[in-house]
């Protein structure tokens, strides 16, 4: 500090003190013209969100029997709250004729797009990122009302999910899709090589229904970051949200200055996925789904080679070891299986508990699981539901028999694992909190993705038996390990045959959006997130150049056609590999002088 207190002095009494002012002020200056003013900022818009999105919104009728199909009209959808049973009126299927005319206007704004910078791109990120966080209960209540989660449930799994890739890409996608220089090797030492990501044009995202707005907007932010238009094929199940989602898009990339033809909606039944996965004009697809209609995607778009990224679901595990930190770990595996009634990909289907802590562990749980409140969080007012419905009804049968096989071969089912009747919306669609103990391999259930609230124990002795029960899936999709040495829930984890993993946690790999999300097995392969998923958009082009114009490739006379001694010329590039590639430098100087050699 003195030497700080001396220097000031000094400057005090000379005449350097002006100078050193006008230089500090001068570098400010220049930062904030050059620098800052690079950035450009978000422009403010605003969307009225749908009147049906309201809480305690009653205007539309309570349908007797809820379904997404209107009767005699295969062109249309039937939109209903899945938490009442409500309708929210209807939606017009897109037709195929629709598609290819929005597929041509998506090309058309993707030649101009394809053109901006990166800072362009970022400004619409920045733009759609304010307008988010600005809107976040208007979000929340229309992701409610289409799927029938809690707001908690929409803020964690589409808000925060959302801003996360939002932010990452604008913070990181410009690095991520920079030219990439490589090495060029000895023999081509005198070249530049690098790869460059170009965007493949129109790309297509067919995704679930489980997280309506997240898993729209989360493969435009990559596909247009990238340079690319895109087509997103919304589930049927919430296609009354997807005109909202739209919108905030469009109105994005316009006050921007953007052409928002950039990105296109469409819904509707299977005719219209088929018609997205089979078209011609589609450079890429990523689908979210089952393994079963995984598969038909796949079959579809090999008709033009068409790339894809599959995402399939997962059986995804937690083991769970006697030296876990359980005032941690209960809570955050009651999350892995309560939330959105555990309506999750990466959801935490099998739990795999040590048997010296087995017994506390089920009481535990006992406990909670029997304390869950199931509702419509838009209708039956504050502090009155955990877990909110399911989207789909025609799966309750399936749990149900999956649960009562586990029963019939020694489990034990503690709580619920029955369709639960609301006392106050008879015609929403609730799964009772389930809790299924005593699992073992052979029950159906620990080889089935059930996508419903319903949590499962299952017993093991060591590492082994943990590893061995666990793979008994054909899924690969996330898991977890929790333990108090880091050590082992470390080598445990990496041991697990899955795409994801985290050790004392569950899920948070995605909010690490720098880390690429996929699975293995049947549950998938590609990625989307990270660097990984950015350039899976992206042609990834093989680009070399000359490093100085003076020095190019040339031709030897003696292998240059119509070649006069092929013999002599098979020797001179048998020399030439010799030389590049011998492993000591005699070898090299020894190749050298034959070439020189068979030069004369």
């Given amino acids: 500090m003195c030497h700080l207190s001396q220097t000031l002095s000094q400057l005090q009494g ?4 002006p100078v050193v002012v006008a230089i500090v002020v001068g570098s400010v200056v220049l930062y904030l ?12 818009f605003e969307l009225k969100p749908p009147a049906q999105s309201q809480p305690g919104w009653r205007s539309g009728e309570i349908l007797e029997k809820p379904s997404i199909f209107v009767e005699g009209r295969p062109d249309l959808i039937q939109c209903f709250d899945p938490a009442t049973g409500r309708s929210l009126g209807q939606v017009a299927a897109t037709t195929v004729a629709e598609l290819d005319d929005k597929i041509q206007r998506a090309r058309s704004a993707q030649a101009t797009w394809a053109r901006t910078s990166f800072e362009q791109r970022r400004q619409v990120l920045r733009t759609l990122n304010e307008f988010v966080l600005a809107h976040q209960r208007e979000i929340c209540q229309v992701a409610c009302r289409d799927s029938g989660k809690t707001l908690i449930d929409a803020t964690l799994g589409e808000v925060l999910t959302t801003s996360a890739k939002l932010q990452w890409t604008i913070k990181n996608g410009e690095a991520a899709l920079k030219d990439d220089n490589r090495d060029p090797g000895f023999m081509m030492m005198y070249k530049r090589a690098r790869v460059v990501y170009q965007p493949r044009g129109v790309v297509a995202a067919l995704v679930s229904w489980n997280y309506p707005f997240h898993n729209t907007i989360g493969p435009v932010i990559s596909a247009i970051f990238s340079g690319n238009a895109i087509i997103v094929k919304a589930s049927e199940h919430v296609a009354w949200s997807m005109s909202y989602w739209e919108q905030m898009v469009k109105r994005a990339l316009n006050v921007c200055g953007h052409n928002p033809d950039l990105v296109q909606f469409v819904t509707g039944f299977a005719e219209i996925g088929n018609a997205v996965t089979s078209s011609p004009n589609i450079d890429h697809i990523t689908f979210i789904g089952s393994p079963e209609v995984g598969k038909l995607v796949m079959k579809s778009a090999s008709a033009n080679l068409t790339p894809v990224t599959l995402e399939l679901g997962g059986k995804d595990c937690a083991i769970v070891f006697e030296d876990a930190d359980m005032s941690q770990c209960i809570p ?13 990909c990466i959801g935490i289907e099998r739990i795999l508990v040590q048997s010296t802590v087995y017994d506390k562990f089920v009481d535990e749980m006992t406990r909670r699981i029997k304390a869950v409140r199931v509702g419509s969080i838009l ?20 749990l149900e028999s999956l649960i009562a096989d586990a029963v019939s071969k020694g489990a034990r089912c503690l709580v619920g694992g029955h369709a639960y009747a609301h006392p106050r919306h008879p015609k929403g669609q609730y799964f009772e909190p389930t809790l299924l103990v005593d699992v073992t391999p052979d029950m159906d259930i620990t080889r089935n993705e059930t996508f419903g609230p319903i949590m499962v124990v299952m017993k093991f002795s060591d590492e082994q038996d ?24 470390r080598r445990v984890a990496l041991k697990l045959r899955t795409g994801m993993t985290n050790v004392n946690d569950f899920g948070v790999n995605y909010i690490c959006q720098s880390l690429p999300f996929g699975g293995v097995g049947i549950s998938g392969f590609g990625r989307f997130a990270g660097p990984e998923g950015l350039r899976a958009l992206c042609v990834e082009k093989a680009f070399t150049e000359d490093r100085l114009p003076f020095v190019k490739t040339p031709i030897p006379p003696i292998v240059d056609y119509p070649i006069q001694d092929t013999e002599k010329g098979y020797q001179f590039t048998q020399q030439i590999v010799a030389f590049a590639y011998s492993e000591s430098w005699w070898g090299s100087i020894k190749a050298g002088l034959k070439l020189g050699k068979l030069s004369l």
């Fill in 33 to 44: 013209v050059f620098f800052r003013s690079r950035s450009l900022p978000a422009i403010p």
């Fill in 14 to 17: 000379c005449d350097s003190l």
């Fill in 379 to 398: 209708d039956d007012g504050p502090n009155q539901v955990d877990c909110g419905a399911m989207v789909l009804s025609n799966c309750f049968g399936r």
């Fill in 466 to 489: 943990a590893l061995n029960r666990v793979h008994s899936s054909p899924y690969g999709l996330g898991s977890s390990v929790f333990s108090g040495d880091r050590a082992r829930g």
């Fill in 332 to 344: 955050v595996l009651m999350r892995s299986v309560i939330q959105n009634a555990s309506q999750n």
